[in-house]
């Protein structure tokens, strides 16, 4: 049977194999935790603010200030719309059926290649290896793009904003820019690796595996109360 993936859900993958293989061969899906709405609010802004610098041919401050050399907005709205919806996105179909999809937030320009720019919203500010925890996610977008016979640069950015002061009731934010090298053929086999792994017998969960724990627990508590 072919399947639906994204970046995120193979991120479950990497994390533990066995809740992996169960959401999608016996539709057990780790229970969803308490989501801010926040950082989906911020989202929302930040990109009708980076928007509102296309018409003008600039790049918002946060950008502008780190003298990127010929790097632009990506100026097809009706593409860049697309690439940003939750139900469209950037997909890819292999010749089984089976589909990847991932949504941008933005992307710019350099030339004729693409660059992907990523917002993350902290409460605080970055640990020295906050961005490695993206890398896969870049890496996919990446992946994407070159599947849709997109030029693309062998680098994306992630744009990060964490709480600075109040100013005059003026909230006002840090932003740090962060420069991430993407490898194609990572994210490729990382595809690869998550059809293998689900057309296989159910595998092992990860040592470190929480939600695996609880869930053996529970099993464990049942056949005891019998």
């Not at 990506?74 to 469209?88: G, P």
């Not at 896969?136 to 904003?161: A, G, H, M, P, V």
């Not at 993407?182 to 057309?199: G, R």
Request: charge should be neutral.
């Amino acid at each position: 049977m072919p399947y639906f993936l994204s970046p995120s859900t193979i991120s479950v993958m990497t994390d533990c194999p066995k809740c992996f293989w169960l959401q999608f061969r016996k539709n057990i899906k780790r229970p969803d935790g308490i989501f801010p709405s926040l950082p989906s609010g911020m989202d929302l802004i930040l990109k009708e603010h980076f928007d509102s610098y296309i018409d003008k041919e600039e790049l918002p401050p946060e950008l502008e200030k780190h003298a990127l050399d010929g790097v632009k907005l990506f100026n097809d709205r009706k593409q860049l719309e697309i690439w940003r919806n939750n139900k469209k996105g950037i997909t890819f179909q292999d010749e089984k059926g089976n589909i990847l999809k991932g949504v941008v937030d933005n992307i710019l320009t350099k030339g004729k290649k693409l660059i992907v720019l990523d917002y993350k919203t902290r409460g605080y500010e970055l640990k020295e290896d906050t961005h490695e925890h993206y890398r896969n996610q870049l890496d996919f977008y990446n992946f994407l793009l070159r599947k849709n016979n997109r030029e693309i640069e062998d680098f994306s950015y992630l744009l990060f904003y964490f709480p600075d002061k109040v100013v005059e009731k003026v909230f006002l934010f840090h932003t740090r820019l962060v420069k991430l090298e993407v490898n194609v053929k990572h994210a490729e086999q990382l595809w690869k690796d998550a059809l293998k792994l689900l057309d296989g017998p159910m595998p092992e969960s990860s040592d470190e595996c929480g939600y695996c724990k609880y869930r053996e627990t529970k099993i464990s508590s049942t056949l005891l109360d019998y």
